[in-house]
């Protein structure tokens, strides 16, 4: 079982601070505005109810997020929050037929970017995943969020390909990232 934990000073400051993904790099800005908020709120009230029902109050808020499918957040906030970032330690072709999410978002950006976006190591691979295709693979599911600033012909054709969604139609919001992202992976990444 993985070390976690947080010590606080009598003034209340954080000051060590274990096994959490806030201070990983590359973790989910949703995990670490999470536990950040959470954090802040340990030493609230002045009876353990009290510090229960303050907490209560962040985790709340960002299970409303969830369930409401992120409605209240603008593009730039969802992308912030749910949004992955990795960078490849080695070029595309380095990695073979090895699956992973970095590996896939490397692939679609070479697919609609040029091959020679993954020529170099050190690709900063952005992405999100998606609820679809149903029954694939999480590996197969990374979406690079670069395809919602092409051009709307582009971002079509790539989101029904990789989507496996012939009909997906920019006009009825089934390419609003919102619409694409798989809800649930999230829920379990937050819980």
């Known amino acids: 079982m993985k070390k976690r934990y947080a010590v606080f000073d009598f003034d209340g400051r954080m ?3 274990k096994g959490f993904e806030l201070k990983r790099r590359g973790e989910l800005e949703l995990i670490k505005a999470f536990q950040s908020q959470v954090f802040e709120r340990f030493l609230d009230g ?3 109810e009290e510090c229960y029902a303050s907490v209560a109050d962040v985790a709340n808020h960002w299970m409303d997020v969830l369930d409401t499918q992120g409605s209240s957040l603008s593009v730039d906030e969802f992308f912030e929050l749910f949004a992955e970032n990795r960078n490849m330690s080695r070029q595309l072709e380095d990695y073979g037929d090895q699956k992973g999410t970095s590996q896939t978002t490397a692939r679609r950006l070479s697919e609609f970017l ?3 976006i993954v020529k ?3 690709l900063n691979c952005q992405f999100i995943i998606s609820e679809l295709p149903y029954g694939a ?3 197969e599911r990374a979406i690079p969020t670069a ?3 092409a051009e709307a012909p582009v ?3 790539y989101l029904r390909k990789w989507l496996k969604m012939p009909l997906l139609d920019e006009e009825n919001g089934d390419m609003d990232p919102r619409n694409i992202l798989d809800w649930d992976y999230y829920k379990d990444r937050l819980g």
């Open 120 to 122: 170099d190591k050190g």
């Open 46 to 48: 002045d009876s353990l």
């Open 155 to 157: 971002r079509k054709h």
């Open 15 to 17: 000051t060590e601070l």
């Open 147 to 149: 395809i919602w600033k």
């Open 137 to 139: 693979a999480v590996t």
């Open 114 to 116: 040029g091959a020679d």
